[in-house]
């Protein structure tokens, strides 16, 4: 398989707390998004973070990028309920034009 | 609203059975894609096209067909439908290029549900 990885599996937090989960990837990549998915519902697109770049910000999300550890983090800063959902990490590594999601994180927050 | 339209939402067959999910959108993407999701596996690509008339295989090709008359469909069918295609669909588009890098950012469909008796 192609695919990388989410860790947590499962994250489970209180409202206000922050949330972190992290995803690796296997080859070299030109950009990686994250995505959320609600229950029963499509992903959603939440930021896209390109090679050569290391931090990004968007609102209460920020996502990380480390290629010489092969690894991305998005951070949920000051978490709500409405924010639970699986999150996924998806790269270009297969062919730099179609992508490869993770087996995402599934985050609960609990109010 | 404006956005990627999947038909069924829910299906259930036999095996052996074909059928076809339907796939539409309206933003004129060039880029379409079909994906599986599976528990604990993420998604999975199944077929790809960057533009009508042009289809290519993803990751789990094997007893599907797609095919792009138009920019706007996308269509994918089962030919002998198996318990191992039991799974959640998804369709998502793109137009090319969405930011200046070339990437390509997913509008994604509902899903359609589909379980093979």
């Known amino acids: 398989s192609q695919q990388g990885e989410e860790d947590p599996q499962a994250l489970s937090i209180q409202e206000g707390e922050n949330a972190t989960m992290n995803c690796s990837y296997k080859?070299?990549?030109?950009?990686l998004q994250w995505y959320r998915q609600n229950s029963g519902r499509g992903l959603v697109h939440l930021i896209l973070i390109r090679s050569n770049e290391r931090e990004k910000h968007s609102g209460r999300l920020r996502v990380t990028l480390d290629t010489s550890k092969k690894s991305s983090s998005l951070l949920i800063t000051a978490s709500r309920a409405a924010d639970t959902a699986s999150y996924f990490c998806a790269t270009d590594e297969w062919d730099g034009q179609n992508f490869v999601f993770g087996p995402g994180t599934r985050l609960s927050v609990l109010p | 609203n404006a956005g990627v339209t999947q038909t069924p939402k829910f299906q259930v067959l036999k095996t052996g059975q074909s059928m076809t999910l339907q796939c539409a959108q309206d933003m004129n993407h060039e880029y379409m894609s079909w994906y599986r999701q599976d528990p604990g596996m993420g998604l999975r690509l199944i077929h790809y096209?960057?533009?009508?008339?042009?289809?290519d295989q993803g990751e789990v090709p094997n007893g599907y067909n797609v095919s792009r008359s138009t920019t706007e469909d996308f269509p994918l069918r089962l030919l002998s439908a198996a318990p191992s295609q039991t799974s959640v669909y998804f369709c998502?588009?793109?137009?090319?290029?969405?930011?200046?890098?070339?990437?390509?950012?997913?509008?994604f469909g509902a899903g359609s549900r589909l379980t093979v008796l």
């Open positions: 998502a588009s793109s137009p090319p290029g969405t930011d200046y890098s070339g990437a390509n950012v997913l509008t």
């Open positions: 096209s960057v533009g009508a008339g042009i289809t």
């Open positions: 080859t070299s990549i030109n950009n």
